[in-house]
């Protein structure tokens, strides 16, 4: 990931035309022997958000491994038009010791960049997701939600054009789910970043998507692309609609194809 130097202010990376990750026949297999993935094509552009779907063990998250370079690909092509990326976890992963502005800063502070930048960058990001006023709260004060925006917040600090979300809001209540798809669909709407989103919720992909794609079993191939015909900003009763249950039914039966 490219930042500024340690004495800069960091600039807003330029916006590139074209897709920011593209995979391109790609496979993996792990020393074991088991392969994961097989011949997946999926490009990512700017003002896409495009979420992923399939069955446990399906190679989702090796995907989002293989964007951030955590994996290496054993054929095809990935090309990442960005080195400006997020990456969410299904974890917040907050330093137990660290109050919320410490653990903010901590991705600008491991590439060096220094305190008065840090700390700036750090308060817009809290502010952005709405963590004002928690600054000097250690992780075991605040909410499983609030966990999940401090570590949207930490990875806001890196200017993302690519955010990578590996199932981020899985393990929270239905309600805090649900306020976070609205809030992370706003940041989405005023922050024009490209998202590829891991989720095992249809209807998770689909109302925050532009693009849902279905993968098989193991190995994992994309057997099902669908576009979200719903504009942008979206209306969060749009969840309630026929229109939205008729592609949330159509990605559903896709998925229970790829399944069976």
């Avoid at 250690?138 to 993302?160: C, H, I």
């Avoid at 989405?188 to 925050?208: C, D, K, M, N, P």
């Amino acid at each position: 990931m490219s930042l500024t130097t340690p004495t800069s202010t960091p600039s807003a990376p330029a916006h590139r035309a074209g897709p920011l990750l593209g995979f391109h026949d790609v496979a993996m297999t792990f020393p074991d022997g088991t392969t994961a993935l097989s011949g997946v094509d999926l490009t990512v552009s700017r003002g896409e958000f495009v979420s992923v779907v399939g069955p446990s063990g399906c190679g989702k998250s090796t995907l989002l491994r293989i964007a951030s370079g955590l994996e290496t690909a054993s054929a095809g092509v990935v090309e990442l038009a960005t080195d400006h990326i997020g990456y969410v976890f299904q974890d917040a992963t907050l330093l137990p010791w660290r109050d919320v502005q410490g653990n903010v800063e901590l991705l600008a502070e491991l590439k060096g960049r220094g305190v008065k930048a840090r700390r700036e960058a750090a308060a817009t990001a809290i502010r952005l997701v709405g963590l004002a006023g928690f600054e000097k709260h250690l992780p075991k004060q605040l909410s499983g939600g609030m966990k999940m925006r401090a570590s949207l917040a930490r990875s806001f600090t890196l200017d993302p054009e690519l955010f990578l979300f590996d199932e981020p809001f899985g393990a929270l209540d239905e309600i805090t789910r649900s306020r976070l798809n609205d809030e992370l669909l706003k940041l989405f709407t005023e922050q024009h970043f490209a998202g590829l989103f891991i989720t095992h919720s249809v209807a998770e992909a689909v109302y925050l998507s532009t693009k849902v794609v279905v993968m098989s079993g193991r190995p994992g191939r994309l057997v099902g692309t669908f576009d979200v015909p719903f504009p942008m900003p979206r209306d969060p009763d749009i969840r309630f609609s026929p229109e939205f249950a008729a592609v949330v039914g159509e990605v559903s039966h896709a998925l229970k194809e790829a399944h069976s």
